[in-house]
């Protein structure tokens, strides 16, 4: 066997070792290999041999897009493609993350406070309807309605006599994030390939011919943005234009748009003649061509828009300047595999995996392809990479990519449910950095939801409801009914302390979090009141969210302030400031209405037992306590745990695409493992993921994406009660795997493998030397630096033992 197909057949899966024995044997085989390939340097050998570890994370296809949903997204946090890759002409669709309709504005309602005790009343009395009706007319955003998203342009390659081509293949390479087309016309084949940098913040096109002299196109910029016009400038094709007035269809009135917007296409050619103009760029006979795209508005912060969107793209591609193409690639691939690669999965091997990802995507059901899974997995890692990174917005409702004037929910910050599901993944997949735009967000909505909580309820403290947009609005919007909930900023929150629980970066916890933490929870100790029927401490008004109107104490908004209180308190107590402060939290906390089990055994979703068992709503709001919470766990609070699965259990397993994946996540804290794979399984089904892998709500929503990946985590390793539980919900349909690169509060990161269901060995290492706890249904020995580490049981299949920190441990099943 020659050494290329030896290599194939050793590195061909993400296998990793057990044992030190297994270990021993991989690194021989290694060896041998590069010992026959005799011809590679050992660090050229170490570097294919990685490559090939990671060769199946493709997406790919045999014909081009047609459907939005259909084309391949590329992104860098900022700028967003999506890749339709035609062959007689080629569509990239472009999004500027800023690029949004609206300007500065102040949406809180003046004076609503002054309705809030009547509203009130009318909900203690059980006049739900008269409380809405008054609410509505006097509580609510001005305007009612928030700003949406917008696509900023496309970029068209025309290419004649290509019509008619053959061996056609697109694929999205997620490993690397780069797309490529390739096909042939004739005897020649034609390459393009795409990514999206964060480095150098272009988005680069590489298009190329195996023949010489046989590359000849045309480039054009378009925008669907009326008034834009487009011209050459500096040796580069630019599109510029401004948003304007627009008329809201939903609230009948014009409202103004006032960003500005440029986008700049460079480029370098190999060979032959580029000519351009207003019209487009014209290349003839090239052998190879790199096009860098720029793009740019007047947004500089939601107070200020003054930016200049012409000098900055005219700054970006100097930066570029003539820097290569494989130097561009270069650092973008290093850039991105920074981050993607810190994370392995390996769940086992299926034929399917040779075939065209739409396919296995139709028959995922009906075959065995645990990669699919595996790729599931790691497309969510990547798409946040994609859209959310240092110093950009945070990935919204559709990430980054937006096709649509007038997109689905305006394409916002969706904050009941929607915003936090796509961070999930962010801590425990160690993408860490990715979280950083959700914080930026935060610092901003503190400030206008100060004069939103001053506003609406003559409250200190900063208060978000369940939408924002790129101006940070947080007054409630659109209706009374579901906008009224108070407890979306307090939710974000929990990001923060989960932020500090994974790291343990004090300066972080007390220089960011702690004041967003504190201002948060010192809302809640001026809005919450005394229930006159119970005496407990209740939020109101509020909603269940988008579930039963405005109400008097809904379960799910107690259970958030309880943990944001919860986390206010332990972040003043490693910080050691404001005791006072904590005390009072400690006792507001306690006397909050607290979880309570009804008449069908469920968790009341209200103060009132008052839940139908027939009801499947696709929030299962009252649920926040068992996840991403921690209130409600199987062994220290059983009976709420039982009636949390009851719940659910009415509930059922339906719902739109963010629903089942947060049912995923669910089910792995009930540690029902072949159920959450259930759940898992209907997320890759057509009915819920469309060809490009993109989840479907329908239409499109990303959070489907985000909550599939962070469960199939939530499923190998939890960390949320303070202890490692190694496999809490292993299914069955994966007997054997392995995972590497987890990371779980306490700073630990965690790799594990399995065999027929049960742990084998699985490898902590403690970044910071705190003590481990761990939680196995396998026995488990310990040994660091070839030393069995002395161990304390404190409990059935729990062990505890001190760590030191940058020193790794090894738990061996003694089976």
Request: net charge neutral; with cysteine; aromatic share 10%.
């Amino acid at each position: 066997m020659d050494s290329g197909r030896l290599r194939e057949k050793i590195m061909r899966k993400k296998t990793y070792p057990a044992t030190r024995q297994s270990m021993v044997l991989t690194l021989c085989l290694s060896a041998l290999c590069l010992a026959v390939s005799g011809c590679m340097s050992d660090n050229a050998a170490r570097s294919r041999l990685d490559d090939e570890n990671w060769a199946d994370m493709l997406l790919w296809y045999q014909k081009p897009a047609t459907e939005w949903t259909e084309a391949l997204p590329v992104g860098n946090g900022r700028l967003g493609a999506m890749i339709f890759g035609g062959t007689a002409q080629e569509r990239l669709q472009f999004n500027d993350d800023t690029l949004w309709t609206g300007e500065p504005h102040e949406y809180h309602h003046d004076g609503a406070a002054e309705y809030l005790p009547t509203v009130r009343r009318l909900l203690f009395e059980g006049q739900q309807r008269q409380a809405d009706r008054l609410a509505a007319e006097h509580m609510m955003s001005v305007p009612l309605r928030q700003e949406k998203y917008q696509p900023f342009g496309d970029l068209y390659l025309d290419f004649p006599g290509h019509g008619d081509c053959s061996d056609y293949r697109r694929q999205l390479d997620i490993d690397s994030g780069l797309a490529t087309v390739r096909y042939r016309v004739g005897a020649a084949t034609f390459t393009r390939e795409v990514f999206s940098s964060f480095p150098d913040q272009v988005i680069v096109v590489r298009l190329s011919c195996d023949k010489p002299g046989q590359l000849t196109f045309t480039a054009k910029l378009g925008s669907p943005h009326p008034g834009t016009e487009t011209l050459v400038l500096d040796e580069s094709l630019v599109l510029r234009g401004q948003l304007r007035e627009y008329m809201d269809r939903r609230s009948k009135s014009k409202k103004p748009s006032v960003l500005k917007f440029e986008a700049r296409l460079g480029w370098q050619a190999a060979g032959g003649q580029v000519e351009a103009s207003g019209d487009g760029v014209d290349v003839k006979g090239a052998d190879s061509v790199t096009l860098v795209l720029a793009a740019a508005t007047s947004f500089r912060n939601f107070k200020d828009v003054s930016g200049d969107p012409a000098a900055c793209c005219r700054r970006t591609l100097e930066a570029v300047g003539r820097r290569s193409y494989e130097s561009l690639c270069e650092r973008h691939i290093a850039d991105h595999r920074r981050l993607f690669r810190r994370i392995a999965l390996e769940l086992g091997t299926g034929e399917a995996a040779a075939k065209p990802t739409d396919e296995r995507i139709e028959n995922f059901t009906e075959q065995y392809d645990p990669e699919l899974t595996e790729l599931y997995f790691q497309y969510g890692r990547y798409l946040l990479i994609a859209s959310s990174r240092p110093g950009s917005q945070p990935a919204n409702l559709q990430g980054i990519w937006n096709d649509k004037i007038d997109p689905p929910w305006e394409s916002k910050w969706t904050t009941n449910i929607n915003t936090e599901m796509n961070y999930w993944p962010a801590e425990v997949t160690a993408l860490s950095e990715c979280h950083e735009p959700l914080f930026d967000l935060l610092d901003e909505v503190a400030v206008s939801g100060a004069k939103t909580a001053r506003a609406h309820y003559d409250c200190r403290g900063w208060v978000l409801h369940h939408n924002t947009d790129l101006w940070r609005g947080t007054a409630p919007i659109n209706a009374a009914n579901h906008g009224i909930w108070v407890t979306g900023g307090a939710w974000l929150c929990q990001h923060l302390w989960e932020h500090y629980a994974f790291n343990g970066d004090r300066e972080f916890l007390r220089r960011r979090a702690y004041p967003l933490l504190k201002g948060a929870a010192t809302f809640f100790v001026d809005f919450l009141i005394e229930d006159p029927k119970t005496g407990w401490l209740i939020s109101t008004p509020s909603n269940s969210p988008e579930n039963g109107g405005l109400v008097a104490g809904p379960t799910m908004d107690h259970q958030i302030i309880r943990d944001l209180f919860t986390n206010c308190i332990k972040a003043s107590e490693v910080l050691n400031i404001d005791r006072d402060f904590r005390q009072e939290l400690t006792e507001l906390r306690r006397r909050i209405a607290p979880n309570q089990i009804g008449r069908y055994g469920q968790l009341q979703e209200w103060l009132e037992d008052k839940d139908n068992p027939n009801n499947k709503h696709r929030h299962v709001s009252h649920l926040f306590g068992l996840h991403p919470g921690k209130e409600i766990s199987r062994r220290r609070t059983p009976y709420l745990f039982a009636a949390a699965r009851k719940s659910l259990e009415m509930r059922g397993d339906g719902g739109t695409g963010w629903s089942m994946a947060w049912k995923v996540n669910f089910q792995a804290r009930f540690e029902d493992g072949d159920h959450a794979y259930k759940m898992l399984s209907s997320l890759l089904t057509p009915q819920r993921m469309y060809p490009n892998m993109f989840d479907a709500h329908p239409p499109f929503q990303i959070d489907g994406n985000f909550g599939g990946t962070a469960g199939i985590a939530e499923m190998l390793l939890q960390s949320h009660l303070d202890e490692l539980h190694l496999l809490p919900a292993l299914p069955s349909a994966w007997p054997a795997g392995y995972v590497k690169g987890l990371r779980a509060r306490g700073s630990f990161d965690v790799d594990i493998h399995w065999k027929d269901g049960k742990l084998v060995e699985s490898v902590i290492r403690s970044r910071l030397g705190n003590k481990c706890r761990v939680r196995s249904s396998t026995p488990v020995a310990v040994t660091s630096g070839g030393k069995a580490v002395v161990i304390k049981r404190t409990e059935d299949d729990v062990v505890e033992f001190d760590t030191r920190a940058n020193r790794q441990y090894v738990l061996l099943a003694q089976w």
